[in-house]
């Protein structure tokens, strides 16, 4: 059916271009650049989301003044806007136009918690000391998504091209936590391709399997109160079950694989000293290569957990959170999706952003190298010994995905952390953040004037991406999204966050 619908396209597009009518349908290196000069045209608008974004430093689940005002600035282009997608209040699938292809923009929308920064110093000044903020710079993505589905948008509707725009946010994505929910719910279903962006301080694509998978998952133990020196012996301390898994856990690290990545907080562990705790809670990230090694670590886990619980005479309950495979992402579009880099190259660098730049690596103790003046070459993936997990990686097994790192912070930052919040609400990020949006606007014009690009993507998708693995969720069947997480601290911090909202018009 896929390749019936395509070849219709491609003769419409061919007659086009040899018809005496050719003037009226301009061909693909021609759209290109109208997109592209469509993306730069809505420059303020880029830097509007950026910065309204970061003012609202929003926690994972509870991204709720940014998704009121991401669908606000949707609606009010023309797209169909459909809410709590996938059981998760801060979901949502902005829709325009009809017909194929079905291309998705999708990047991050979530904040950190303690990363709490002003913009634009290069030394530490939490806006809310101990508050959240843009600590990975996550503002930035849905600049680079929103202005980019317009332009593409407005170009079609001059051109009378067929095709569907969805945007889709990566919801709680710092948690790992939204994505598996996503594709369980059948949210992809019926799309063609996913255009992906996350932040960076340079302009690159690639192609192959990238990143650790992993499982998030807390143990919550339960055991009997007693008073901790009138009777101690009446108790089972649910903490002391917590303290026993951990040390089991980092006795038989020295045992695992080099690649493996876990790490651990306690949740809960108890009320105050006098009271034996009856109830404690442990949070695990489990990070490995491949399904299979994710898998049995998680397994591993479980079964000290159940040992813990057996030492003390405690029962233990587990809440799997959230979960994802190592990404894969697919050579025909990283290859189409490099050319637009080239095309578009990276911004041009004020004399006092790199000021900045430097100013914030001496900071840092970092090379004081400034700003990247060139784009990347296109490169193959490689997972190394283990690293980072980011839940696009569920979207990725299930259709052809491709990722944008665009240029909006700057080098030598250190990752999750207040110097990483320095650069982006300030016209680093707005120029990176735009030019983003240029290449991501051509590369889905290619998609929507190129059948066979989507053809080879599937193809490729198939035969090479999913030929030796077929995803599975490693979340249990029946779990519903977490969206109780981080609920309490934005609940303290949304009185102080609301004084710092953006007003564009200030």
């Known amino acids: 059916m896929r390749s019936n619908r395509f070849l219709i396209v491609a003769v419409i597009l061919l007659a086009a271009v040899t018809s005496p009518l050719a003037a009226q349908h301009p061909q693909l290196d021609e759209l290109r650049e109208e997109v592209r000069q469509e993306a730069m045209s809505l420059e303020k608008l880029s830097q509007e989301i950026v910065d309204m974004v970061f003012s609202h430093g929003e926690l994972g689940f509870q991204e709720q003044w940014t998704a009121a005002y991401l669908t606000g600035v949707l609606a009010q282009e023309g797209f169909d806007i459909q809410l709590g997608v996938a059981g998760m209040p801060t979901g949502y699938i902005a829709t325009w136009g009809n017909g194929e292809p079905v291309i998705g923009f999708m990047g991050d929308i979530d904040g950190l918690p303690e990363t709490s920064q002003r913009p634009g110093v290069a030394y530490h000044d939490p806006l809310i000391p101990g508050g959240p903020?843009?600590?990975?710079?996550?503002?930035?993505?849905?600049?680079?998504?929103?202005?980019?589905?317009?332009?593409?948008?407005?170009?079609?509707?001059?051109?009378?091209?067929?095709?569907?725009?969805?945007?889709?946010?990566?919801?709680?994505?710092?948690?790992?936590?939204?994505?598996?929910?996503?594709?369980?719910?059948?949210?992809?279903?019926?799309?063609?391709?996913?255009?992906?962006?996350?932040?960076?301080?340079?302009?690159?694509?690639?192609?192959?399997?990238?990143?650790?998978?992993?499982?998030?998952?807390?143990?919550?133990?339960?055991?009997?109160?007693?008073?901790?020196?009138?009777?101690?012996?009446?108790?089972?301390?649910?903490?002391?079950?917590?303290e026993l898994m951990n040390v089991g856990w980092n006795f038989r690290r020295e045992h695992l694989r080099l690649q493996q990545r876990s790490h651990y907080i306690v949740a809960h562990g108890g009320n105050q000293p006098n009271v034996v705790p009856s109830e404690a809670t442990v949070w695990y990230y489990f990070r490995e290569l491949e399904y299979p090694r994710i898998k049995e670590l998680h397994e591993l886990g479980r079964t000290i957990a159940e040992a813990a619980a057996m030492m003390t005479s405690t029962t233990v309950e587990e809440r799997v959170l959230g979960s994802a495979w190592p990404s894969t992402m697919s050579k025909p579009l990283a290859e189409r999706m490099q050319a637009n880099?080239?095309?578009?190259?990276?911004?041009?660098?004020?004399?006092?952003?790199?000021?900045?730049?430097?100013?914030?690596q001496r900071l840092m103790g970092v090379e004081e190298r400034g700003l990247r003046t060139e784009a990347d070459t296109l490169r193959e993936f490689s997972q190394g010994m283990g690293g980072g997990s980011d839940d696009i990686a569920e979207v990725s097994w299930n259709l052809p995905t491709v990722r944008l790192r665009y240029p909006a912070n700057i080098p030598g930052m250190t990752g999750h952390h207040w110097s990483s919040a320095i650069a982006v609400a300030t016209p680093i990020a707005h120029k990176g953040s735009n030019a983003g949006a240029q290449v991501i606007a051509m590369t889905a014009?290619?998609?929507?004037?190129?059948?066979?690009?989507?053809?080879?993507?599937?193809?490729?998708?198939?035969?090479?991406?999913?030929?030796?693995?077929q995803w599975v969720s490693l979340i249990p069947e029946g779990t519903e999204p977490p969206t109780f997480l981080n609920a309490e601290k934005m609940s303290q911090y949304r009185p102080q966050l609301e004084k710092l909202i953006y007003n564009p018009t200030r």
């Open 133 to 242: 903020g843009h600590g990975e710079g996550h503002n930035t993505a849905p600049a680079v998504d929103i202005t980019a589905a317009i332009a593409v948008k407005r170009v079609m509707e001059r051109h009378g091209l067929a095709g569907t725009l969805k945007v889709i946010p990566g919801v709680a994505e710092e948690l790992v936590a939204s994505r598996t929910y996503m594709v369980n719910a059948g949210v992809f279903e019926g799309m063609d391709v996913m255009l992906s962006t996350h932040v960076s301080n340079g302009m690159s694509t690639g192609w192959g399997i990238t990143g650790s998978g992993l499982v998030s998952t807390r143990f919550t133990f339960h055991g009997r109160s007693a008073h901790g020196a009138g009777s101690p012996w009446a108790g089972r301390s649910a903490l002391d079950a917590v």
């Open 341 to 360: 880099i080239d095309r578009v190259g990276m911004p041009e660098w004020s004399e006092d952003d790199i000021t900045l730049a430097k100013a914030a």
């Open 445 to 469: 014009i290619d998609i929507v004037t190129d059948p066979q690009l989507v053809e080879e993507a599937w193809r490729y998708h198939r035969e090479v991406q999913t030929k030796d693995y």
